[in-house]
C-alpha cells in the first residue's frame, strides 16, 4: 500500500475524520483523478512523510480483477507513475449535457445508495448545472449508512444540509458526513433519478432523490424536465471512468 496504509490505515480515528471534514470535501481539487492542490491527498501525504514511509507496491487491475500493471518504490513517485498509467485507460474529456445516465458499475458497487454516490461524482463532472442524472443501481441494501440516511432525510434541502456541514469544525467531522456531504452538493445542482426495483422508493424521495422503477420511466421523466431536445451522455460505469473537465 501507499498513503493509504498510514492515513487511514493506522491513524486514530480523530485523524481519519479530520482528513474528510467539510473543509476538505469542499475543495474543488478534492474530486476524482485529481491529484495537485488535492487537500486530502496532500493530507494523506503528510502523515506517510511523518511515518517515514519507504517503500510502496502498488497494482493496477482490470476488469476481471487480473494484474495489468504494477509500481513499486518510492512511495510519491511509483504511485504518481501508477496513476498516470490508469489515467491513460480511464480518463475522458467532458461533454457537459442536460441528461446524463450512470450506473455503479454493478455488483458489488451498487449495492446500496451510499457507494452509488462515487458513481454520480462522475456523472455530476459530465452534467450542465440544473441537469439530469440518471443513476442505474440495484441499492438491494438500502441506504447503507444509518446517518448518511438520517441527516438527508431530516434536512430541509439538500442546501440547508451543506451549510449545516461547512460549519462542522474539522476535529469533529462524523462518520459518514463526507459522502452526505458529496450527495447534497449534488442535490444541490443537479436532479437524480434513482432506478431500482429493489429499494424503497419512499426512502430514496426522503432523501431528496426521484424514484424510477424502470430506465425507461426515468428517460421520460427527464425529458419531461430538460425539455425533448435535451442533449443525453451514457456513462456505462461511473466508477471506472474519470472525466476531465479541464
Not at 15 to 44: Q, W
Not at 117 to 130: F, L, Q, R
Amino acid at each position: 500500500g501507499g498513503r493509504k496504509s498510514i492515513l487511514p490505515g493506522i491513524a486514530s480515528a480523530t485523524t481519519v475524520m479530520a482528513n474528510h471534514c467539510s473543509e476538505f470535501i469542499a475543495s474543488p481539487y478534492a474530486r476524482t483523478g485529481i491529484l495537485k492542490n488535492n487537500p486530502i491527498h496532500r493530507d494523506m501525504l503528510y502523515a506517510a512523510q511523518q511515518a517515514k514511509l519507504s517503500f510502496i507496491l502498488n497494482v493496477v487491475i482490470d476488469a476481471d480483477k487480473k494484474v495489468i500493471g504494477a509500481f513499486a518504490g518510492d512511495s510519491e513517485q511509483a504511485h504518481v507513475t501508477g496513476c498516470e498509467f490508469v489515467l491513460k485507460m480511464a480518463e475522458v474529456k467532458a461533454n457537459p449535457s442536460d441528461i446524463v445516465v450512470t450506473t455503479n458499475g454493478g455488483y458489488p458497487l451498487d449495492q446500496n445508495i451510499y457507494q452509488s454516490v462515487k458513481g454520480m461524482t462522475a456523472a455530476e463532472a459530465n452534467c450542465k448545472e440544473g441537469g439530469v442524472i440518471i443513476m442505474v443501481s440495484a441499492c438491494n441494501d438500502g441506504h447503507g449508512g444509518q446517518s448518511f440516511y438520517e441527516n438527508l432525510r431530516d434536512a430541509a434541502s439538500p442546501h440547508a444540509l451543506l451549510e449545516r456541514i461547512a460549519k462542522v469544525p474539522r476535529n469533529e467531522t462524523i462518520p459518514d458526513q463526507w459522502e452526505m456531504q458529496i450527495l447534497a452538493r449534488i442535490l444541490d445542482k443537479f436532479t437524480v433519478i434513482m432506478v431500482t426495483d429493489m429499494c424503497s422508493p419512499e426512502m430514496i424521495k426522503e432523501m431528496h432523490m426521484e424514484h424510477a422503477a424502470t430506465f425507461q420511466e426515468a428517460l421520460q421523466r427527464a425529458f419531461e424536465i430538460k425539455g425533448n431536445n435535451a442533449s443525453v451522455t451514457v456513462i456505462p460505469d461511473g466508477v471506472s471512468v474519470i472525466v476531465r473537465t479541464a
